[in-house]
């Protein structure tokens, strides 16, 4: 099956750090990924869904300029951090589909983001 | 704008008990509805989805379009299916999920 893989896994850094974590599918042309927020105990929030080779559409509340997506090419999509705060922190998690129509999403596993 | 709804957080039953988690949506449109299921330290994935109409783990959903619902059943829940259920609602692109609930089956 589609296979998405997401790095790191967990991140513990400083406050004032910027932190890039990649969303990377392995066996698939992912024209479209998306970025979650999940708080403890708490559904998944989408923050913004990126295609690839154009700028990425951001939910309502999250800033642009803080959460930082790239998604240059078919199977890669970063979300950079940057400056992180404490409130940052989370449980960040990306999903990706193909062109192929109705083609379900496939998550990765999550990235714990800690800021100190 | 689409929502979805799951009214349980925390549901719990006994093994070989029926087992239903509550989804009720509402949107405007065709709605393409999904069950997601979390287990312990593992990543999201998808159980199973309407236009499917298909059986997995035991598990199905059927959409109700007049009650807006698409409640996930299975009628002898097994320990291992204790777990996190999502359901979600998408739009084109846009995946909206419900806030999720904790299914414990109990021994």
């Known amino acids: 099956g589609a296979v998405v893989s997401q790095h790191p896994s967990r991140v513990i850094c400083k406050s004032g750090t910027s932190v890039k974590i990649e969303c990377r599918s392995l066996?698939?042309?992912?024209?479209?990924m998306f970025w979650y927020r999940q708080f403890p105990k708490q559904s998944l929030m989408l923050m913004a869904t990126?295609?690839?080779?154009?700028?990425?559409?951001?939910e309502q509340g999250v800033e642009k300029d803080k959460f930082l997506i790239n998604h240059a090419s078919l199977t890669l999509s970063t979300l950079t951090v940057t400056s992180a705060h404490p409130e940052d922190s989370s449980f960040y998690i990306c999903?990706?589909?193909?062109?192929?129509?109705?083609?379900?999403?496939?998550f990765g596993d999550g990235t714990r983001l800690s800021i100190l | 704008a689409q929502r979805v709804t799951q009214p349980e957080k925390l549901l719990s039953v006994f093994k070989g008990a029926p087992v239903e988690l509550k989804c009720n949506y509402s949107?405007?449109?065709?709605?393409?509805l999904f069950w997601y299921v979390q287990y312990s330290r593992q990543r999201l994935q998808l159980l199973l989805r309407?236009?499917s109409r298909e059986s997995i783990k035991g598990f199905t959903a059927d959409l109700n379009k007049g009650e807006t619902s698409f409640h996930l059943k299975k009628p002898f829940a097994q320990e291992e299916d204790s777990a996190m259920y999502y359901c979600?609602?998408?739009?084109?692109?846009?995946?909206?999920f419900g806030a999720g609930t904790r299914l414990t089956v109990k021994p």
């Open positions: 999903s990706a589909t193909g062109g192929v129509s109705n083609q379900p999403q496939h």
């Open positions: 066996d698939f042309q992912a024209t479209t």
């Open positions: 990126s295609n690839e080779g154009s700028k990425a559409t951001y």
């Open positions: 949107y405007s449109g065709s709605p393409e």
């Open positions: 309407h236009i």
């Open positions: 979600a609602l998408r739009n084109n692109n846009d995946m909206r």
